[in-house]
């Protein structure tokens, strides 16, 4: 079955350093792969997704994401956060039937 | 373009109560999804539509919970009679296309509260 986990429950980066968010997903197949921000009180909104291609993938805000099959990883990256960037953020497969299996979330709190 | 819009933005019932959740998905989007999220987790399926019909209801109590999109536009999620487990972030999201894991928009959710 598709599984999705997301080793860091909890991280505090200061604000222009650079973040790393992990993300280890289970598929039998070529995965569809997202990374989703969740503000307070907001849906979920697409950072970037992974279909097929180059394995490094650039999204909105600055967010990048690199997929790596050998070690099952799809980890978010950016070079430099900033305070509004203070989120909690799930990773996500695609399913069979086209649904989405998330990880249980990062939550990034950013010190100034 | 307009988004996924969901009402109410939150509620408040006691248990053994009944509440609904409606959602009204982007226009032409075919296939629509709900989720429910619970504090410190990441949401989960319990149901998702394509057009008018029932794609993948295998995560939701139907004991408790139904859902419905007629004419394949709205859709509402009810639960009755609601128990405190209940209580999550009930998000519904749409996309355009068939299967295979493309990109979902989600609505604001609701957040509901069973004391």
């Known amino acids: 079955a598709q599984s999705v986990t997301q080793p860091d429950i909890h991280i505090t980066v200061s604000e222009g350093a650079s973040l790393e968010l992990r993300c280890n997903y289970s598929y039998g197949a070529t995965p569809y792969l997202f990374w989703y921000v969740q503000s307070p009180g907001q849906g979920l909104q697409l950072l970037l997704k992974?279909?097929?291609?180059?394995?490094l993938v650039q999204g909105i805000k600055g967010f990048e994401a690199e997929f790596k099959r050998s070690q099952s990883s799809f980890n978010l990256r950016k070079p430099s956060v900033h305070w509004s960037d203070a989120a909690e953020y799930f990773c996500?497969?695609?399913?069979?039937?086209?649904?989405?299996?998330f990880g249980k979330g990062t939550k990034l709190s950013v010190k100034p | 373009e307009a988004g996924v819009a969901q009402s109410p933005r939150y509620k408040i019932i006691e248990k053994r109560q009944s509440v609904a959740f409606w959602c009204n998905p982007i226009s032409g989007h075919a296939t629509l999804y709900w989720y429910q999220q619970i504090l410190g987790q990441g949401p989960k399926l319990l149901i998702q539509f394509q057009n008018n019909g029932v794609v993948d209801d295998s995560q939701l109590p139907k004991d408790r919970f139904s859902a419905e999109r007629l004419k394949g536009v709205d859709s509402t999620l009810k639960i009755q009679p609601a128990k405190l487990e209940d209580s999550a972030v009930y998000l519904c999201?749409?996309?355009?296309?068939?299967?295979?894991?493309?990109?979902?928009?989600f609505g604001p959710g609701t957040r509901l509260t069973v004391t």
């Open positions: 999201a749409s996309t355009t296309v068939q299967g295979g894991g493309y990109e979902q928009y």
């Open positions: 996500a497969v695609g399913g069979s039937q086209g649904n989405l299996i």
């Open positions: 992974y279909f097929s291609g180059d394995t």
